[in-house]
């Protein structure tokens, strides 16, 4: 039976491990660094983790553990608020504030693009946080936004840039189609857009208000 000090030992190492893929990659991941920030012998990082890939899987594991957890932080204030498209932006900044965290998370989607067996961790949160918005928006306009919110995550990640309120939240009330002056859905949600349809409205709607076509658009940002 462990002791409350081996439970102790494995959890500082598993945490500093975790710490060192938000931090280096899991290029940058080894026993001695990592026996180095929990502040254990070297020996012990072996013992627990024979291995470079069993410390690496326990980091990632770690690292979905706690997705895991803002998940449920999440989801009681997407079923509390009045203001989904609000909410939604609010909780991106928070997660781009949490930097360790949010690239922890992307190191373990990247992973898993490269690992099969590791894509269930990452798809815990991603089908999670769509399950929790379907209740609200439907299924189709859930998953757009999941896509956009770890889209604009990443985002901020790669510029430094950290965008205000007001951006995120406006994109947000046209891709669920809510109005923003009542948080509510302009159509129920057995009626959902694909996001082949939202982004052609949104094509529409810029180019009425700029009146340019999609050639000189092209220009513009070429």
Not at 42 to 63: I, K
Not at 137 to 142: E, N, S
Not at 179 to 185: L, V
């Amino acid at each position: 039976m462990a002791t409350e000090a081996t439970v102790d030992r494995r959890a500082a190492i598993v945490r500093a491990a975790y710490e060192l893929v938000a931090e280096h990659g899991l290029g940058g991941l080894t026993h001695r660094r990592t026996a180095e920030r929990a502040g254990v012998a070297l020996g012990l990082t072996t013992y627990y983790f024979g291995s470079a890939d069993e410390l690496a899987g326990a980091a990632l594991e770690h690292a979905a553990a706690l997705a895991g957890e803002g998940l449920h932080s999440w989801a009681e204030r997407i079923r509390a608020t009045d203001d989904l498209p609000g909410t939604l932006a609010e909780l991106i900044l928070d997660r781009i504030d949490d930097r360790l965290r949010a690239v922890a998370d992307l190191e373990l989607q990247l992973a898993a693009a490269h690992r099969p067996g590791l894509r269930p961790l990452p798809l815990a949160r991603i089908e999670g946080l769509a399950a929790v918005l379907a209740g609200r928006v439907g299924t189709d306009a859930a998953r757009a936004a999941v896509a956009y919110v770890d889209g604009t995550v990443l985002t901020a990640l790669v510029t430094g840039e950290r965008p205000d309120r007001d951006a995120p939240a406006a994109a947000l009330a046209a891709l669920l189609d809510v109005r923003p002056e009542t948080g509510r859905r302009r159509r129920p949600p057995g009626r959902d857009r694909t996001v082949e349809q939202v982004i052609g409205d949104e094509v529409r709607r810029i180019r009425q208000a700029s009146g340019a076509t999609l050639a000189e658009m092209a220009v513009r940002t070429g």
